[in-house]
């Protein structure tokens, strides 16, 4: 499978952004979907996930302000990211894994994912 990350930007402390991830070669809906970022000189961390079923992830860090959501029949995963902050200035990746997860926390390990795409820079400025 083929994911193309679009959507980041230069934005303000406190704005938003819609992130997507397109996704092609197989059957999107077999694939659970994440969001990870990668900040320069630090580790590429979780963001975000969703399962087969809808299940919903978020990293603390996050939560209350980030929603992710797919579209199987656009092939799709989005993140909405509002009240931005500067620290979340970094590269985000969205990445798909195809083996059933045995447990929440598989969704939280990048090491878990199968397939990258290839990153969109978000910028926040304060």
């Known amino acids: 499978v083929q994911l193309q990350a679009s959507g980041g930007g230069l934005v303000q402390a406190g704005g938003s952004l819609r992130l997507s991830c397109a996704a092609s070669?197989?059957?999107?809906?077999?694939?659970?979907m994440g969001w990870f970022r990668q900040a320069p000189g630090k580790e590429r961390d979780f963001v975000a996930a969703?399962?087969?079923?809808?299940?919903?992830f978020y990293a603390d860090s996050v939560k209350g302000r980030f929603t992710i959501s797919r579209d199987n029949a656009k092939n799709t995963v989005y993140l909405q990211m509002n009240s931005l902050k500067p620290e979340d200035t970094a590269v985000y990746y969205c990445?798909?894994?195809?083996?059933?997860?045995?447990?929440?926390?598989?969704?939280?390990?990048?090491?878990?994912?199968?397939?990258w795409g290839q990153g969109t820079l978000v910028t926040v400025s304060s």
């Open positions: 070669g197989r059957t999107f809906s077999r694939y659970a």
């Open positions: 969703i399962s087969l079923s809808g299940g919903l």
């Open positions: 990445a798909a894994r195809l083996s059933p997860a045995l447990s929440s926390s598989t969704y939280y390990s990048r090491v878990e994912y199968d397939y």
